[in-house]
């Protein structure tokens, strides 16, 4: 190599050497991977950097990628103008920061874009990263409908619509997801298969997403109350996955019967008057046409329901139902009901006319009657049973006799059928007069009022003597006339005489009239004097306490006890003697001196 050719090497190696120390800066873009928001909230874009030499010159543009295209929404520089670009999709919803964080206002899910963050830093060249943006939107409870079509049938060849469920708005794009009595179906598009779904997807202008998906599918008479229910499922920041029901439906399943159900719907045994109502039916859907007898003739019913209004005895028999379903004429679609009506035939007394009777006579009835099981016959006095033989006899009678008598029939195994009669008892003979009341007043010259009761029939006239200002009412079988008077000297002293007399006869007591005070006085003397009497008695029982035990020598009395010591030779016993004068004794306990002469 000539001389000329090495030193133009030598220039080309140095210009090299300048050029790739010129070219040797770097530039280094910080962005998240990606960021996550709600639609119509804000989204912030974060960007940094760093040059590498500094350079005076940095300028910040983000960009978005739509639809393989890159376009710049906005740009800045260092100590320069933050501007964001016309005519973008982002355009009156996007600003850019001091710190080049790109800002976008009320997200649409459209805004879901790659974003580049691109540095410009003259000689130390250029850098950018991308961050993606991710829009979320819950979306509306799913709505799940049955098809307008008529009833699905078992044993069909292909498949059938179930229902269609329907959820709107959602962003990203949900999923829908069918279950069956609680348990998720698998996801099948296969039209060869018994059970498959057809999902649809539509975009709309908003962006969001509306998912449909019909469930077809070969049903068994075992899906008759199947419970069919979808789900939509979803995605939310966070990596959440969130699902929504909807509403539940069943599907209206045709299939044949097999067996027939005749059933009487009274709970209680069936007496006359009821209304008796029998049921059939089937196990198939729908149900057959429905023919009914009593005893092997026709009687109607309606739909699947015989119903017997006011039953009477005559309506027990063997009741059936017949059906006919012809997609199984095979099947024994019948059932019987044997019908008992339970009854108790009206109740018959002897003798049936109200009896009249004497004060003191005998009356006796006989009741009867007769039913379709076990029955009672009781005679009655208001709730007081007095006979259950069907007899009731009634001697020596009085005026507390008098009155409405009962006699009811009833069938214990059925309740409530019943069945009675009445008779009525008069009781004639003399007044008579209930004991009479004594009559008290605070003072002499008070008024008094006095009540004479009295039975008779028929009803008795009184009279009182002396008059006053008079009443009378009738309290049951008794009359009983009220008199207001004045308590004078003549009253308060003989009293006040009630009269009553009927065609029968008389009867007459007197009402003696105290006065209230005089009897308060008495009961306070005879306090005093029941007082006075419990204190002596209590005394007499101290004094007989203290004598004896001053016999015993519990208690010391009036003097000193005379004591004496046995001498002789005792060993180390020693025995004492006490001697106790009579007359001091009994002078200790009552108190006294003793005489000489005691």
């Known amino acids: 190599m000539d001389g000329i050719a090495l030193g133009r090497a030598s220039l080309l190696c140095t210009l090299l050497l300048w050029a790739f120390q010129v070219c040797s800066g770097t530039v280094t873009v910080q962005v998240a991977p990606k960021m996550e928001v709600l639609k119509g909230d804000t989204a912030k874009l974060p960007c940094t950097y760093n040059v590498s030499p500094s350079s005076s010159n940095t300028v910040v543009e983000w960009y978005i990628e739509d639809q393989g295209i890159r376009k710049r929404v906005a740009f800045g520089s260092e100590g320069g103008a933050l501007k964001s670009d016309d005519s973008t999709p982002l355009t009156g919803r996007v600003t850019i920061g001091q710190d080049f964080t790109l800002t976008i206002s009320s997200v649409q899910p459209t805004d879901e874009l790659v974003f580049y963050c691109q540095v410009t830093a003259g000689p130390a060249g250029v850098g950018a990263e991308s961050t993606m943006l991710k829009v979320f939107f819950a979306p509306e409870k799913p709505e799940l409908t049955r098809p307008s079509s008529q009833a699905i049938s078992v044993g069909e060849t292909t498949s059938s ?30 039209k060869r298969e018994k059970t498959y779904m057809i999902p649809s997807l539509v975009k709309e202008a908003s962006g969001l997403y509306t998912v449909k998906s019909t ?25 959440q996955i969130k699902q929504k029901k909807s509403d539940t439906i069943t599907i209206n399943l045709n299939y044949p019967s097999e067996k027939a159900t005749f059933s009487l719907l009274n709970t209680d045994p069936v007496k006359e008057g009821d209304t008796v109502t029998m049921k059939c039916e089937t196990d198939g859907n729908p149900q057959p046409e429905f023919d009914f007898t009593k005893d092997d003739e026709a009687v109607r019913g309606q739909g699947g329901l015989l119903t017997l209004k006011s039953v009477k005895r005559t309506d027990s028999g063997v009741y059936k139902c017949t059906a006919i379903d012809f997609d199984n004429l095979e099947a024994d679609l019948s059932g019987t009901i044997p019908l008992t009506v339970q009854y108790i035939d009206p109740v018959t007394v002897t003798p049936v006319q109200p009896q009249v009777v004497m004060l003191g006579d005998k009356v006796e009835w006989q009741c009867k009657t007769k039913a379709s099981a076990p029955h009672t016959v009781q005679w009655k006095k208001g709730s007081e049973v007095l006979s259950q033989d069907g007899t009731l006899s009634i001697q020596d009678v009085s005026y507390d006799k008098a009155g409405e008598y009962m006699c009811v029939g009833a069938v214990p195994s059925v309740p409530g059928l019943t069945a009675q009669a009445s008779v009525n008892l008069t ?21 008094v009022t006095l009540k ?95 004598y004896f035990l001053n016999k015993k020598s519990k208690l010391p009395c009036g003097k000193k006890d005379k004591k004496e010591v046995a001498s002789g030779d005792v060993k180390n016993d020693i025995v004492v003697e006490m001697k106790t004068d009579k007359a001091n004794e009994e002078a200790g306990l009552l108190n006294k001196r003793p005489s000489a002469e005691q």
């Not at 004639?428 to 008070?446: C, S, W, Y």
């Open 427 to 447: 009781v004639k003979g003399k007044p008579m007069i209930e004991t009479p009341t004594v009559g008290e007043v605070g003072k002499e010259g008070d008024m």
């Open 452 to 546: 004479c009761s009295a039975y008779g029939s028929p009803a008795p006239q009184f009279t009182w003597k002396p008059s006053g200002k008079e009443s009378v009412s009738v309290e049951g079988n008794k009359v009983v006339s009220t008199v207001t008077l004045q308590a004078t000297a003549e009253v308060m002293k003989a009293g006040v005489t009630c009269e009553v007399s009927n065609e029968y006869g008389t009867d007459s007591k007197t009402f003696l009239v105290s006065l209230k005070r005089a009897d308060k006085q008495q009961g306070g003397s005879s306090g005093v004097v029941i007082a006075v009497v419990v204190c002596v008695l209590l005394l007499l029982l101290l004094v007989t306490l203290i």
């Open 161 to 190: 619509e179930i229902g269609t469920c329907v959820t709107k708005n959602g962003h990203p794009q949900p999923r829908i997801i069918w279950f069956k009595d609680g348990q998720p179906l698998p996801e099948v598009k296969d």
């Open 215 to 239: 469930l077809y599918m070969q049903p068994t008479k075992a899906d008759k109350d199947s419970v069919f229910q979808c789900t939509v499922e979803y995605s939310m920041p966070g990596d």
